[in-house]
């Protein structure tokens, strides 16, 4: 009796553990132009971290700017998917405008100069980032504010 | 005072005047071209880092490649550990200033503004041997995209 409450317990963790990997799989499809793909989130995880280097300053003033070029960045994964099936792109681009209108919400919360909820609108707009991320695989993705120093052989003499 | 003025001012006191002597007596002076660009639309300058010979005449061509983002950039040459006061500056300078100091002695060179898929040049003496900073000054950018000019002997 004992082992085939085992043998169940094992095939339904198996059983899982595989619906989980295809589930992964279907979410992060390779797409066809993965070149483009990275860049596009580059650029947005770019755009996120100059966003964010605004608030130890408190330019609030600057974020509608900021959510701007946000809103141009978009173009570069609205370009990426051209050639991508219409149920991947539409998933993506979903994906891609909730993350557009967080950014919105980010230069709209900007003019209560209130740092506690720029901050909080920015936590959103990151998370929206990362759910737009895994739906790719994950040498394509770019952690939201991640923009790699530039490699000297010397370090500058400032920054 | 140009800015060009500034520039030569500024450059042509570190070269010294016993090198410049010797330039002198030899006839034209050395002339070295570098190229630089944005890593498209990415906060980031492409190569990061550039050489020159001191007191070479340098004629440095910087390309904005964006395609998608309507943002400005420049490339400004500072003097070294003046990178951050200098993007501070720029900063106080605002857009009425093209968000560049124009009589801060601690920029030794410095383009306009350019947008995407524009490019723009400056002339400028290289400074004595040494590491220099460049930056772009627009608000916000400095803190990524910079990089360094190593200015060898001539």
Redesign the interface.
């Known amino acids: 009796m004992a082992t085939s409450t085992s043998t169940a317990r094992i095939a339904l963790l198996l059983a899982g553990s595989l619906t989980l990997l295809a589930a992964q799989g279907a979410a992060a499809a390779e797409p066809r132009s993965p070149e483009q793909v990275h ?1 596009a989130l ?2 947005l995880a ?2 996120y ?2 966003m964010e ?2 608030l130890p300053d408190q ?1 609030f003033d ?1 974020l509608p700017h900021e959510n ?2 946000f809103h ?2 978009a ?2 994964m609205r370009d990426a998917m051209q050639d991508e099936p219409a149920d991947y792109q539409a998933k993506v681009l979903a994906a891609l405008d909730k993350a557009v209108n967080a950014s919105q919400n980010v230069a709209d919360t900007s003019k209560t100069h209130d740092t506690a909820k720029v901050r909080a609108a920015l936590d959103a707009l990151a998370a929206d980032m990362r759910a737009l991320n895994g739906l790719f695989p994950e040498e394509l993705r770019a952690e939201p504010g991640s ?2 120093a ?5 370090p ?4 | 005072m140009t800015r060009r003025d500034l520039l030569e001012g500024a450059l042509t006191a570190p070269f010294g005047l016993a090198a410049l002597a010797a330039l002198g007596a030899a006839g034209k002076r050395p002339e070295v071209s570098l190229t630089i660009a944005t890593d ?6 492409k190569p ?2 550039l050489t020159c010979p001191a007191g070479v005449l340098v004629h440095l061509t910087f390309f904005h490649t964006g ?5 400005e950039h420049d490339w400004v040459l500072t003097v ?6 200098v993007a501070q500056a720029a900063l106080a300078a605002g857009e009425a200033g093209d968000y560049l100091p124009h009589a801060d002695k601690r920029v030794l060179a410095a383009t306009k503004m350019c947008n995407k898929g524009e490019h723009v040049s400056v002339d400028f003496i290289a400074p004595a041997p040494g ?1 220099y ?1 460049f930056i772009c000054t627009y ?6 995209m ?3 000019l190593h200015v060898t002997p001539l």
């Open positions: 860049t580059r650029i770019s755009v971290a100059d280097s605004k330019q600057r701007m070029e141009e960045g173009g570069a923009v790699p530039p490699q000297h052989k010397r500058p003499p400032s920054h | 498209g639309d990415l906060l980031a300058f990061t880092e395609k998608y983002i309507t943002q070294p550990g003046a990178a951050d006061a590491d900073p608000p916000g950018h400095a803190a990524f910079h990089g360094i």
